[in-house]
C-alpha cells in the first residue's frame, strides 16, 4: 500500500465525513439563525428557546436523511472492502 493510496483513502472518507455532517448540522444552523432573530427582535434572552427547536429539526434531519447516509456509508465501506487486494499489492 502506497503513501498515496492512504491518502485517496483518507480524503475520501473525511470528505464524506464533512457531508454527512454538513446534511445534519446546516438546517440546524438555520433554525437557530431564525430563533436568534426572534429573540433579538423581542429581546426574549431564554437560553434554552433556541434549543429545542434546534433538537427537533436535527432529529427530523437524521430521520429523513438516515437512509442516504446509511447508503453513502455503506457504499464506502463496500469499495474499502472490494478494493483490499488491490491495496494490499
Do not use: Y
Not at 438516515?66 to 455503506?74: A, C, D, Q, S, V
Amino acid at each position: 500500500m502506497t503513501p498515496e493510496m492512504v491518502l485517496d483513502l483518507f480524503a475520501e472518507a473525511l470528505f464524506l465525513v464533512v457531508v454527512l455532517v454538513a446534511v445534519i448540522v446546516l438546517p440546524s444552523l438555520a433554525v437557530g439563525l431564525v430563533v436568534s432573530m426572534f429573540q433579538a427582535a423581542t429581546q426574549i434572552n431564554e437560553q434554552t428557546l433556541s434549543f429545542l427547536p434546534r433538537l427537533l429539526v436535527t432529529l427530523a434531519t437524521i430521520m429523513m436523511a438516515g437512509p442516504w447516509i446509511l447508503t453513502r456509508l455503506l457504499d464506502h465501506f463496500n469499495n474499502i472492502f472490494a478494493n483490499i487486494p488491490l491495496l494490499l499489492g
